[in-house]
């Protein structure tokens, strides 16, 4: 048995992520026959199968679920001694990716044209989504996202407080005859953004409400 080549692990990770040796590849910029030799050979070091190919892509066995969870707790920590070691830095120099809500970023218009003239040497990216963003996996450096749990691996910091409120056009009032707020249709976020105090309140508050949009 070869010794096992930890690079090989970041191939495991990517080809879990995507699915197809194919576009396993072309995220990590190498061509489709150096993913399968790598993945062979990590194969040959661990003396199990890791994957399964087939016409429909790629399926991870039990070991290579086992294997690529390691890799992924791997990439966590890599990032995070790069993070560490970044802020560490007396100056603020490099690429910087910033993801923010889109009505966040109308509400603060100001807030990175001071952050860049702050810091010149920044080259800084600004991502408008609810979309769910991984820190972890680099998609983004920075999250500011409107919650009141934090995950318990990333190091945050309150900006501010916003105020909810339910709100309904007059026309709609007046022709609802029930006081009943679960008479009412009703418009909310969809499930991926992850608005989960909004989720609870009406779980809890109408539960019987039509959602319409």
């Known amino acids: 048995m ?10 495991l990770l990517a080809v879990s992520r995507s699915q197809t040796v194919t576009e396993a590849a072309a995220h990590l910029g ?8 790598r993945l062979d050979a990590l194969e040959d070091s661990l003396g199990v199968a890791l994957v399964e190919r087939g016409r429909d892509g790629v399926r991870l066995t039990e070991e290579g679920v086992i294997a690529a969870r390691a890799a992924e707790q791997m990439e966590g920590l890599v990032h995070e001694v790069e993070r560490s070691i970044i802020g560490a830095s007396a100056e603020l120099a490099g690429a910087l990716t910033v993801t923010i809500p889109p009505m966040l970023a109308d509400e ?3 807030l990175f044209a001071v952050f860049a003239a702050q810091h010149p040497k920044i080259e800084l990216e600004v991502a408008t989504t609810l979309d769910a963003i991984s820190l972890a996996r680099r998609e983004a450096d920075v ?3 409107m919650t009141n749990q934090p995950a318990e691996s990333l190091y945050g910091r309150k900006l501010a407080r916003m105020e909810y409120g339910v709100y ?35 779980k809890r508050e109408v539960p019987a409400a039509t959602i319409v949009c």
Do not use: C, E
């Open 30 to 37: 190498v061509v489709q026959t150096t993913v399968s030799r």
């Open 168 to 202: 309904g056009a007059h026309d709609l009032v007046a022709s609802v005859s029930s006081r009943a707020l679960d008479a009412f249709p009703w418009l909310t976020w969809r499930a991926s953004v992850g608005a989960k105090l909004t989720a609870q309140w009406m």
């Open 2 to 11: 070869q010794a096992m080549n930890w690079n090989d692990l970041a191939i």
């Open 108 to 110: 603060y218009p100001d």
């Open 143 to 145: 999250a500011i996202r």
